[in-house]
């Protein structure tokens, strides 16, 4: 059981720095681009917006189930 709980606060951890590290992205410019990948939907029409970031879903996705395979081996 504390192996579970280990595994967890690693992961707390990780989601964290990742977290900052996009609120930080717009004040350092290579990290500026980070979260709008080729392949997201962007639409700007007037005073609307809409944005679907489909290929960094995916990406996320795969990394995400990496980690995890990698955790539970």
Known sequence: ??????????????????GFV???APSIPILDRLGR???DIFVRRG????????VTSIVISV???LLIALIRR
Not at 2 to 8: E, Q, V, Y
Not at 47 to 54: A, G, K, L, M, S
């Open 22 to 24: 996009l609120w930080a």
């Open 1 to 18: 059981m504390a192996s579970i709980g280990k595994a967890i606060v690693v992961l707390g951890l990780i989601i964290a720095a990742f």
């Open 47 to 54: 005073n609307f917006t809409f944005y679907f970031p489909v």
């Open 37 to 39: 990948l080729p392949g």
């Open 63 to 65: 990394l995400l189930s």
